[in-house]
């Protein structure tokens, strides 16, 4: 009988520490996920060794959705699914963009150089480029020498600002002075997804203090 009961007794002790032990593991799990999870410097400097790599690739050059889209998958394989995919991308010029593939010609390589010197200037240069006739006005610019000048002079001086509140009468030419909210460069979307990144590791640690 008291060999019934002993072994009733460690069966029961036995099935208790199993299912305490199971749960103390998954918890040790979501902790781990959260203390091991890289710093997000670790996933910046993917991203700039990426496009550091692309041939023809300068500091400050125009990105596109396409490379975008390589980088969510370069993240990926580095351990970190960006959950705001879709609303990034939408902040990024399509490689069709005509902004784009001017900027990306032989002159305008040249051009966007200097342009890249005062980064809201690409904001400048996109609101431009929806006016009327000024892409006819802007290839100009592209074969001239100091063509960015004008763009730069935009967002540097009071003359340039005045300017463009004058555009914005225009109906095409609205908010002219303000932030278009797209991401140009690869500094920008880096900011971009630390953003993304502060708020991912919010949520592992929201998991890990669930029951």
Same mark, same amino acid.
């Given at each position: 009988?008291?060999?019934?009961?002993? #072994?009733? @007794?460690?069966?029961?002790?036995?099935?208790? %520490?199993?299912?305490? +032990?199971?749960? $103390?593991? /998954? *918890?040790?799990?979501?902790?781990?996920?959260?203390?091991?999870?890289?710093?997000?410097?670790?996933?910046?400097?993917?991203?700039?060794?990426?496009?550091?790599?692309?041939?023809?690739?300068?500091?400050?050059?125009?990105?596109?959705?396409?490379?975008?889209?390589?980088?969510?998958?370069?993240?990926?394989?580095?351990?970190?699914?960006?959950?705001?995919?879709?609303?990034?991308?939408?902040?990024?010029?399509?490689?069709?963009?005509?902004?784009? #593939?001017? @900027?990306?010609?032989?002159?305008?390589?040249? %051009?966007?150089?200097? +342009?890249?010197? $005062?980064? /809201? *200037?690409?904001?400048?240069?996109?609101?431009?480029?929806?006016?009327?006739?000024?892409?006819?006005?802007?290839?100009?610019?592209?074969?001239?020498?100091?063509?960015?000048?004008?763009?730069?002079?935009?967002?540097?001086?009071?003359?340039?600002?005045?300017?463009?509140?004058?555009?914005?009468?225009?109906?095409?030419?609205?908010?002219?002075?303000?932030?278009?909210?797209?991401?140009?460069?690869?500094?920008?979307?880096?900011?971009?997804?630390?953003?993304?990144?502060?708020?991912?590791?919010?949520?592992?640690?929201?998991?890990?203090?669930?029951?």
């Amino acid at each position: 009988m008291c060999r019934v009961v002993l #072994r009733t @007794l460690v069966v029961t002790l036995l099935a208790y %520490f199993c299912v305490g +032990l199971g749960t $103390t593991t /998954a *918890a040790d799990r979501k902790a781990d996920a959260v203390k091991n999870f890289p710093k997000y410097s670790v996933f910046s400097k993917g991203i700039e060794k990426y496009f550091g790599q692309k041939r023809g690739y300068r500091d400050g050059d125009i990105i596109s959705q396409s490379e975008v889209r390589e980088v969510f998958r370069k993240l990926k394989s580095m351990g970190w699914v960006v959950t705001d995919q879709k609303e990034i991308l939408a902040q990024v010029l399509p490689d069709n963009d005509y902004m784009v #593939r001017q @900027l990306r010609t032989k002159k305008g390589r040249v %051009f966007m150089a200097d +342009l890249s010197k $005062t980064p /809201a *200037a690409y904001d400048r240069l996109e609101r431009f480029l929806r006016l009327p006739l000024s892409k006819r006005e802007f290839r100009g610019l592209l074969n001239g020498p100091d063509g960015y000048k004008m763009f730069s002079y935009m967002v540097t001086s009071r003359g340039g600002k005045a300017l463009g509140r004058q555009l914005s009468n225009i109906k095409q030419g609205r908010n002219f002075n303000k932030p278009t909210g797209h991401l140009y460069t690869v500094d920008q979307l880096v900011k971009r997804l630390s953003e993304s990144y502060a708020n991912y590791v919010v949520g592992l640690k929201t998991a890990a203090t669930k029951k």
